[in-house]
């Protein structure tokens, strides 16, 4: 049985997408034969646990941005410990802390390493400061580079993204720290196609994977007392975190706009995170305050509910690398409201209305979606697309995925031009032909 520790920075059963994407690997990859081992902060309640389906750390909040998960450990301890129990594969779903352990570990060992890029680090750096967010990590960095030849290297040569001359110093050092994390993967995963651009570069010689995380329908939950909408009004609904790269204040002006336009509409924003008072103090502000309820969190067993109970998914980011909740709204039929077609169940006009950032547009969007035919046919199409984008068929993906890497040593032995799909090589269909490289996954469009 092929073993694989996985490493996530976020509690499992946290209310975030990577802890529900590592859930649900450590579910599906169990039963596909392989023997998955998680390794994650505790959240600040369970504390340090070692089981053999999985580790928690001690971890601490808020050390190097809102939401952080400072897991404590001691990398020494930890390596030596991977002595005695080595994976046959090690995954890393996040570049916190724990990420980093589990990409330190790999270069010790040469463990093959599988890195999925489930954070858009670049676009976070506009609402974060690269600093803490690196600084979050700790000497860990360093460590890696103390012992991967490779990762040295990557940082020290001209940072692959430094074309463009507007990130400065903190975003041309997460540029270089992202080269050298990344320099001893044996395979890229990316969850949407916005990264290729991205990850062609930072990873030349590594097949890229477009693999979308699959999301399985929310099993049916009442709707929570503290959510009642208005009798007729437009029901708007958020999930997810209260947080500035979620641009959550956007929808708050565009209700406004909608309202003095005549359009009768309620806003839900639904789970918890930094700005939950400032959001409130805005929408006073502005006079919809009874137009908003802000509610949350909730378990993700609760969520369906809520989101059976909606008439619209709005969800305005445009930094997320898949946005698991747009899958989980999908799966309920709901018409979605989006400015990033990241996610593989947005279609622009068959799935969802895709408009720019802008609360006009947004304003707008609200008045044609109080057509309920427009509403149907979106959300019919959404659930569809939803449906084949299943957890059972994506792990499955991934598992092919952690086995070609476990297998990379007899790649080693080939000449390099033959690594990775070179020259000849016809690609299967479904893929993505990145450079001369190969990177299979699930379709794209």
């Known amino acids: 049985m092929l073993s694989v520790w996985i490493f996530v920075d976020l509690p499992l059963g946290h209310a975030a997408g990577p802890s529900y994407m590592v859930e649900s690997w450590q579910r599906e990859l169990e039963l596909l034969g392989l023997d998955p081992r998680t390794f994650a902060p505790d959240g600040g309640e369970a504390g340090r646990r070692r089981e053999p389906a999985g580790v928690t750390f001690r971890s601490i909040r808020d050390v190097g941005y809102p939401g952080d998960h400072h897991a404590r450990y001691s990398v020494l301890a930890e390596v030596l410990r991977a002595r005695r129990e080595r994976p046959d594969a090690i995954v890393v779903s996040t570049l916190g802390r724990v990420g980093m352990l589990g990409i330190i570990l790999s270069a010790v060992y040469s463990i ?7 954070t858009d680090t670049t676009g976070a750096t506009a609402y974060y400061s690269a600093f803490r967010a690196v600084g979050s990590s700790g000497v860990k960095p ?9 990762a040295r290297a990557a940082f020290l040569r001209r940072p692959p993204l430094g074309r463009r001359e507007d990130v400065g110093l903190p975003g041309r050092l997460v540029e270089r720290t992202t080269a050298a994390v990344y320099a001893s993967a044996r395979e890229v995963v990316l969850l949407s196609s916005k990264g290729l651009p991205t990850y062609g570069i930072v990873c030349p ?3 890229v994977t477009v693999l979308p995380t699959g999301i399985d329908r929310l099993p049916p939950a009442p709707v929570p007392a503290e959510l009642v909408w208005r009798e007729g009004a437009l029901r708007v609904l958020y999930v997810g975190r209260f947080a500035p790269e979620k ?12 309202v003095d336009a005549g359009v009768d509409a309620q806003l839900a924003l639904v789970g918890e995170g930094p700005l939950r008072e400032r959001l409130v103090t805005e929408a006073t502000r502005l006079g919809v305050a009874d137009r908003l309820t802000v509610i949350g969190p909730y378990p993700r067993r609760q969520l369906g509910g809520i989101y059976a109970s909606a008439d619209v998914f709005a969800f ?3 930094v997320d690398t898949q946005a698991y909740v747009l899958n989980e709204a999908a799966h309920e039929r709901l018409a979605l409201l989006v400015s990033d077609t990241v996610n593989g169940v947005v279609e622009d006009g068959v799935s969802a209305i895709v408009v720019p950032p802008d609360p006009a547009r947004y304003a707008k969007a609200l008045a044609d979606l109080r057509d309920p035919a427009l509403r149907e046919r979106l959300g019919t199409a959404a659930r569809h697309r939803a449906e084949q984008l299943g957890e059972g068929v994506q792990s499955a993906r991934l598992a092919t995925v952690i086995r070609r890497a476990a297998s990379a040593a007899s790649d080693d032995r080939r000449p390099s031009s033959t690594r990775g799909g070179g020259a000849g090589h016809v690609p299967d269909p479904g893929t993505v032909v990145l450079g001369d490289r190969i990177s299979r996954g699930a379709p794209t469009r």
């Open 247 to 258: 641009n959550l204040r956007l929808l708050l002006h565009a209700l406004r706009m909608a």
């Open 316 to 318: 305005p980011s445009v």
């Open 142 to 150: 360093l460590l890696l580079m103390a012992t991967s030849r490779r």
């Open 112 to 118: 093959p390493l599988v890195m999925v890029v489930s």
């Open 205 to 207: 010689d590594v097949p």
